[in-house]
């Protein structure tokens, strides 16, 4: 469901209400789908539970998780809103941002870079992020 990277820069937490503010922008979540539990994402990607919990915490904090007593994390009505492309891209700005630093510091051509993209992109269309 979830790609985390341990030895990535971004903490987990990050990385986890990231992914998840994407795949509600991106539709592969919408209003009322069940997230898993702390407990059961936390062994299932070998993290402190804490971490996890601090990711649900603060995604119900900015309104795209709701919290029910005796229930699992929803996604919150509000936030499963139909959002513009321009709102989904800007939450790929600063990735954008880094992948194109990189490639000039690689003295990489535009063309280059943007057929590997498309590359990536096409490999992982094939890959399923439905929960």
């Known amino acids: 469901m ?16 990231e992914q998840i503010k994407r795949m509600v922008a ?3 979540l919408k209003t009322g789908d069940e997230l ?14 804490m971490t996890i919990s601090k990711a649900y915490s603060l995604l119900e904090t900015e309104g795209v998780l709701e919290r029910q007593r005796g229930k699992p994390m929803t996604i919150a009505s509000q936030a499963a809103s139909d959002q513009s492309e321009t709102i ?17 510091q690689l003295q990489l051509p535009k063309q280059s870079v943007l057929l590997a993209l498309s590359d990536v992109f096409d490999r992982m269309s094939d890959v399923s992020t439905k929960p």
Do not use: C, H, M
Request: aromatic content about 6%; proline content about 8%; cysteine-free.
């Open 36 to 49: 898993p539990s702390v407990r059961d994402l936390a062994s299932q990607y070998a993290v402190n539970p």
């Open 26 to 28: 991106g539709g592969q």
């Open 2 to 17: 979830f790609s985390i990277n341990p030895s990535s820069g971004e903490p987990i937490y990050r990385q986890l209400t």
């Open 88 to 104: 989904r891209l800007q939450q790929l700005s600063s990735q954008l941002e880094q992948l194109t630093l990189a490639a000039k």
